[in-house]
């Protein structure tokens, strides 16, 4: 008994954490309605979702915003990986303690934190906001991402780095770069699918000027079922899945 | 080279340009980013509201007091309360559920792992919607109950606190189980064998040695669960109907609708201050574990 029981636990775990996905995917390609029954195969939904031209554009503008918000994040992230793994410097704790704690903090204080900060600058809510908030959100995700890459490293190749003349600079480009480089990868697709599904930081950051696809799906959740809705978690499922199963044969393969 | 104690001599910050550089970037990036956004957030916590420019003097704690007026308190007593409930489900699911998972052999491990995360790589809103479709009156599990003929009458789920409950429970389950996988994974196999060999019974294994082992984990995913759930609006707004229901909610309508910022903001505080303490329970757990390890 001891050895099927744990097993059929997690499976029944499985199946409940898999059923509304699986529901959403299959009514996705349901020509029903009303979104309950069953009416037989059909692409409409998708069809619909694509000749939505606001749809669209919120779906360019959430990419584009992730695309940018993923590449700042890596390069300040890594870079602060970097420096806490190699430099001895003052408030290295309190550096270590602050990102933990951006990492830890439920998103909605970050949120209204960072809203009013841009009301009271005066930094117009729209692209650059959005930007701003996202990269700060996944630094922390990146950074641990890299130093965890970074603690199982051999210390003698930048040591030998440097004992050839190398400067900082120099050592960190030719050596510590081509290291964590599976790392980065991994940090930026995190970042990019952290900032494409942020929905609490987003709502409060973000105006008119720059719709992007989550507040888009808020607006059309809230209130009744949208088929569209179906359509278009199945498409980002897809997506993310993607996304993370390269993320997860990037690492593997580099730690061969 | 000698180390000198004090600030670094200018020398030294010329000699270490790139050093120099990428600290500047990141310290500059929190401290501009991180620390006087949530300085303005006290500030705004302790003045007074205006319609006009959202903030104005004089210094009050009006917004603190307003917290316990019974209409607000009651949501966050119940927003408490649901995030209670919803911590102690992920703990009776994720408990059992990382204990099994630890045991598999390591390919298992791996694959299932990735199974768990694979939800938190997609969208939460979608998965909340997803949920919406089985909840829904005439939704998929109303139909195949009543095609099963188990009740006669679809069963009301939808837009109720159990329906949250539901969702914020899917949505923060892998949260608390990867902290208490990374618990028992670390959990030598040989102490739970030793407390055998001197003749503790399984229960007893359990409750002194297993229970005291993965307690930092358990905190660590209490935290993880129990802020988020009374903050993630968006999960009560669907599944709930739009009502006032978590903390998250307050907070959004303060400062999105009512344009209350000082009472939002107080809000916020407390919110960060019940983090301060979970963090604060947190270390020393950890710490007091590293105390027995070293002894």
């Known amino acids: ?256 | 080279m000698k180390r000198r104690k004090g600030w670094p001599r200018m020398h030294r910050v010329f000699q270490q340009p790139f050093k120099t550089a990428v600290l500047l970037l990141v310290w500059g990036w929190l401290l501009l980013l991180v620390l006087t956004p949530n300085l303005l957030v006290v500030g705004a916590s302790v003045m007074t509201r205006d319609p006009g420019s959202f903030l104005s003097l004089p210094l009050t704690l009006d917004s603190y007091r307003q917290l316990f007026d019974p209409l607000y308190l009651d949501v966050f007593l119940n927003s408490l309360y649901m995030a209670g409930v919803t911590t102690f489900f992920c703990l009776l699911i994720g408990y059992p559920f990382a204990w099994a998972l630890s045991g598999l052999g390591k390919q298992r491990q791996t694959l299932l792992i990735f199974l768990l995360i694979v939800p938190f790589w997609t969208n939460s809103l979608v998965r909340t919607y997803a949920l919406k479709l089985l909840l829904a009156t005439n939704g998929l599990t109303n139909n195949t109950l009543m095609g099963l003929g188990l009740i006669n009458e679809p069963l009301k789920m939808l837009y109720t606190e159990g329906a949250v409950i539901i969702g914020l429970v899917y949505l923060l389950l892998p949260f608390m189980i990867l902290p208490l996988y990374s618990v028992f994974d670390d959990l030598k196999r040989e102490l739970l064998m030793a407390s055998h060999d001197l003749g503790a019974g399984k229960l007893s294994t359990f409750l002194h040695v297993t229970v005291p082992l993965t307690l930092p984990g358990v905190l660590a995913g209490v935290m993880l669960v129990l802020l988020p759930a009374m903050g993630l609006f968006f999960v009560a707004d669907i599944l709930g109907g739009s009502r006032n229901l978590l903390v998250g909610n307050v907070i959004k309508n303060q400062f999105l609708d009512a344009r209350n910022w000082p009472f939002g903001a107080a809000a916020s505080v407390l919110l960060t201050l019940a983090m301060a303490v979970l963090l604060f329970a947190h270390r020393l757990s950890q710490r007091r574990l590293g105390e027995e390890a070293q002894t």
Request: include cysteine; proline fraction near 4%.
């Open chain 1, 1 to 256: 008994m001891s050895r099927w029981l744990p097993k059929t636990y997690l499976t029944l775990v499985y199946i409940l954490l898999y059923l509304p996905i699986l529901v959403l995917v299959v009514f996705s390609f349901n020509s029903s309605r009303t979104g309950y029954r069953w009416g037989g195969l059909s692409l409409e939904w998708y069809q619909s979702l694509f000749n939505n031209h606001a749809m669209v554009q919120a779906m360019w503008n959430s990419l584009w915003l992730a695309l940018v918000a993923a590449t700042v994040s890596t390069i300040i992230g890594a870079l602060t990986a970097l420096a806490l793994h190699r430099y001895r410097f003052r408030g290295k704790r309190m550096l270590r303690g602050m990102l933990f704690v951006v990492m830890m903090s439920p998103e909605i204080v970050l949120a209204i934190s960072l809203l009013a900060l841009f009301l009271l600058v005066g930094i117009q809510l729209g692209f650059i906001s959005l930007l701003l908030a996202h990269v700060t959100f996944c630094l922390p995700f990146v950074v641990i991402t890299v130093m965890a890459r970074l603690s199982g490293f051999d210390e003698s190749l930048p040591e030998a780095a440097r004992d050839l003349g190398a400067n900082d600079f120099t050592m960190t480009r030719t050596v510590l770069i081509p290291v964590i480089m599976p790392a980065l990868l991994a940090g930026w697709l995190l970042g990019f699918t952290l900032s494409l599904d942020d929905v609490v930081v987003s709502t409060f950051v973000s105006g008119p000027s720059y719709e992007i696809l989550p507040l888009r799906i808020y607006s059309m959740v809230r209130v009744g079922l949208k088929p569209e809705v179906n359509a278009l978690g199945t498409l980002l499922l897809v997506f993310s899945l993607t996304m993370l199963m390269l993320s997860q044969w990037i690492l593997t393969r580099s730690k061969r």
